[in-house]
């Protein structure tokens, strides 16, 4: 994680806004889960990858939140100026598409928590044979690969591989999806060659990563809109921990979230109220969900069978 974030005033985000609104060549209009989050900037293939990515919101819909995205030289690299009180990011000099999605859905979480009692989950979520799996690591923990392994099979479908939405139903959580496509990373076909070929050699950006639609791998009904958490795996690579994978109480599992930032290095707002209201929503989520954490410093094939058997998935040749 290297980009860093500024909070900024009512007056600077005037300010901001009367530089960069004169060079907006694109004005896109998506839903996030329910929030209208409008992209404005000058990069054409920025506004390309995000309309495969989300999902198009009518023109006439007031914007919740906006997300500049400009080259300036008079910036660092990687720069976030954001106005809470406006919900108004601005990102400057990104060349990584996945830090400016991140944002976005990072952008429309910070409404919803306040205002809807939903948060955010930055990690994976599945749902098998009726019951919902997520998958959460710190990057480079084989998330995506043991995510995109699980769906390998037949009755297992994907909510989200990378970022979801939930909230506490009584008993329950709900989890919800919010991407219509998803950004995945070229090498995946490397592990699981039945992904091989799902995105065109050229479409790939210099990241080795291109918005990809699983409907043509995977099929079209395995992707839904929500499930119901049931379990949840914490993923580490800690060559010095010779335990494969244990159960974890809520109290041990909230530690690991604290210690970890809550997994979510994208959160644009960190103040005591909100940790105070994240903590309460994943204390309500290790309480009403099944935990473990799995040590991913074997193979990606023989972590994959060590978390099917957990989560009850039949194993795969």
């Known amino acids: 994680m290297k980009y860093s974030v500024t909070l900024i005033s009512t007056d600077e985000n005037e300010r901001l806004t009367e530089l960069?609104?004169?060079?907006?060549?694109?004005e896109i209009k998506s839903e996030i889960y329910g929030c209208c989050?409008?992209?404005?900037?000058?990069?054409?293939?920025v506004k390309e990858t995000w309309q495969e990515n989300f999902y198009p919101m009518s023109q006439n819909v007031r914007s919740h939140g906006r997300l500049f995205v400009f080259k300036d030289p008079s910036c660092e690299p990687d720069t976030v100026f954001f106005d809470p009180h406006?919900?108004?990011?601005?990102l400057i000099?990104?060349?990584?598409?996945?830090?400016?999605?991140?944002i976005a859905l990072s952008l429309a979480g910070d409404i919803l928590e306040d205002e809807h009692h939903i948060y955010s989950v930055h990690g994976a979520c599945l749902d098998i044979d009726g019951k919902g799996l997520c998958i959460i690591g710190n990057s480079g923990a084989g998330k995506t690969t043991q995510t995109y392994g699980l769906l390998k099979d037949p009755h297992s479908r994907i909510v989200s591989d990378d970022w979801f939405f939930s909230r506490v139903y009584g008993p329950d959580i709900l989890a919800y999806g919010s991407e219509r496509n998803f950004y995945i990373r070229k090498d995946l076909a490397t592990v699981w060659k039945e992904y091989n070929g799902l995105v065109p050699e050229g479409d790939f950006d210099k990241e080795g990563r291109a918005v990809a639609d699983l409907r043509w791998v995977i099929g079209k009904g395995r992707i839904l809109p929500m499930t119901t958490l049931k379990t949840m795996i914490l993923l580490k690579r800690d060559p010095g921990d010779t335990n494969e994978a244990r159960s974890l109480s809520p109290e041990?599992?909230?530690?690991i979230f604290e210690e970890n930032a809550y997994f979510n290095p994208h959160l644009l707002v960190n103040n005591s109220y909100k940790k105070h209201i994240r903590k309460q929503y994943i204390t309500s989520l290790?309480?009403?969900?099944i935990v473990y954490l799995?040590?991913?410093?074997?193979?990606?094939?023989?972590?994959?069978?060590?978390?099917?058997?957990?989560?009850n998935v039949p194993q795969i040749p």
């Open 37 to 45: 989050i409008k992209l404005l900037s000058d990069d054409h293939t």
């Open 294 to 311: 799995v040590n991913t410093t074997n193979t990606a094939q023989e972590t994959q069978r060590l978390i099917r058997s957990l989560a």
């Open 252 to 255: 041990d599992g909230l530690k």
């Open 86 to 90: 406006s919900r108004s990011a601005f």
């Open 286 to 289: 290790l309480d009403r969900t």
């Open 93 to 102: 000099n990104f060349n990584y598409y996945g830090w400016i999605k991140s």
């Open 20 to 26: 960069y609104l004169p060079k907006v060549l694109y």
